[in-house]
């Protein structure tokens, strides 16, 4: 990107988070029409239930095929991206060519796999992870936000395109957003995300005895005690 693509840059970023803004209201509204409001959700099963007063019994088809193009088109897309950056943050280079990229996307694709394998082994719940790890990279985002006001107001790297006053205020308006989200996240709903996670199931108490199930002498033995 050069100075000279500020302007599709900026139509890119506009219509992306109008889309992205869209998409969450039709999440919001289709879960609520749904009646999803306030429910647990313990299986892919029950989050599909969203769609159902759209797309009816093909809700399910419809969620599972749109879940496995979601995680199938953004597995590499995610994996190159922290692999090329952490490579370039290191000054290791960022180039599909470089060695140090490669690799660096490879262990990032290797760890996501044994957290996989690891929760699939200790039988943890899928629903429940994936909540945890959707909510950990909110943790990550006043960090991120923070850096890119930063880097917005210095003239040398952003020379007459700096930010003004008013871009400024609605940065620091969002960014106090974040961390009240962030604060949320840590002191009262990532603990409580944990304990289900971690949860083993309770065990099952043994019913009890069927009166009609005693035997002749045990029914005895129970009239001469009274006696």
């Known amino acids: 990107w050069k100075e000279d693509d500020l302007k599709d840059g900026l139509v890119d970023a506009r219509v992306g988070s109008v889309i992205m803004f869209?998409?969450?209201?039709?999440?919001?509204?289709t879960a609520?029409?749904?009646?999803?409001?306030?429910?647990?959700?313990k299986s892919v099963e029950d989050v599909a239930r969203g769609l159902e007063p759209t797309f009816?019994?093909?809700?399910?088809?419809i969620f599972c095929l749109g879940l496995f193009a979601a995680a199938y088109s953004s597995f590499l897309v995610n994996s190159m991206i922290a692999g090329f950056i952490l490579s370039d943050g290191l000054g290791k280079g960022a180039s599909p060519e470089d060695r140090m990229p490669k690799a660096l996307t490879t262990a990032v694709l290797l760890v996501g796999m044994l957290v996989a394998m690891a929760s699939k082994g200790l039988g943890l719940s899928t629903v429940e992870l994936i909540i945890i790890a959707q909510a950990v990279t909110v943790l990550a985002s006043p960090i991120i936000g923070g850096v890119l006001l930063w880097l917005a107001n210095r003239r040398d790297v952003?020379?007459?395109?700096?930010?003004?006053?008013?871009?400024?205020?609605?940065?620091?308006?969002?960014?106090?957003?974040?961390?009240?989200?962030?604060?949320?996240?840590i002191i009262r709903?990532?603990?409580?995300?944990?304990?289900?996670?971690?949860a083993k199931p309770a065990e099952v108490q043994k019913p009890l005895a069927d009166p009609a199930a005693i035997d002749d002498n045990q029914t005895t033995d129970l009239e001469e005690e009274n006696k």
Not at 32 to 41: C, K, Q
Not at 56 to 61: D, L
Request: hydrophobic fraction near 55%.
């Open 32 to 41: 609520a029409a749904a009646g999803l409001v306030g429910s647990e959700l």
């Open 22 to 29: 869209l998409i969450t209201i039709m999440l919001i509204c």
């Open 189 to 198: 709903k990532l603990p409580a995300q944990l304990d289900k996670l971690l």
């Open 56 to 61: 009816g019994k093909s809700a399910r088809v």
């Open 158 to 185: 952003m020379k007459d395109k700096v930010n003004g006053p008013f871009t400024n205020t609605l940065g620091v308006i969002g960014i106090l957003i974040l961390l009240c989200i962030s604060a949320d996240l």
